[in-house]
Nanobody, 114 residues
Framework: QVRVVESGGGLVQTGGSLRLSCAVSADDTYDMGWYRQAPGKEREFVAA????????DYADSVKGRFTISRDNAKNTVYLQMNSLKPEDTATYYC?????????WGQGTQVTVSS
C-alpha cells in the first residue's frame, strides 16, 4: 500500500517561514499536490507539481510566497512557505496521484500567530 507522510508543520510568527515535506513510500512517478483545511472550512488546493516537475500550479492566495518542489530520488515533495500570514493557519495535506488512485497523508498542522 502506498503511504504518504507529511512533516515540518509547527507554530510560526507572522512573516516567518516553514518548509513542509511529504514522503511517499513507493518508488513510482506521481503527480503531487498540497491542500489545506482550516477548522469549519472546506479543504482547498494550495499547490501542485507533475511527476517530472515540468508543470507547477499555485492557488492565487499563495502565489509569490509558497514554492513547491520535488526530489524524485528521495520520493519527496516540499512546500517552502514564506511570508506566512494568520490566514495560512490550517492542516496541510499531501496528495500523490498516479494513473489508478489518489493517496493522502495524515496532515501536518501549521499555525501562524498574529
Amino acid at each position: 500500500q502506498v503511504r504518504v507522510v507529511e512533516s515540518g508543520g509547527g507554530l510560526v510568527q507572522t512573516g516567518g517561514s516553514l518548509r513542509l515535506s511529504c514522503a511517499v513510500s513507493a518508488d513510482d512517478t506521481y503527480d503531487m499536490g498540497w491542500y489545506r483545511q482550516a477548522p469549519g472550512k472546506e479543504r482547498e488546493f494550495v499547490a501542485a507539481i507533475t511527476w517530472n516537475g515540468r508543470s507547477i500550479d499555485y492557488a492565487d492566495s499563495v502565489k509569490g510566497r509558497f514554492t513547491i518542489s520535488r526530489d524524485n530520488a528521495k520520493n519527496t515533495v516540499y512546500l517552502q512557505m514564506n511570508s506566512l500570514k494568520p490566514e495560512d493557519t490550517a492542516t496541510y495535506y499531501c496528495n500523490a496521484s498516479d494513473w489508478y488512485d489518489d493517496y493522502w497523508g495524515q496532515g501536518t498542522q501549521v499555525t501562524v500567530s498574529s
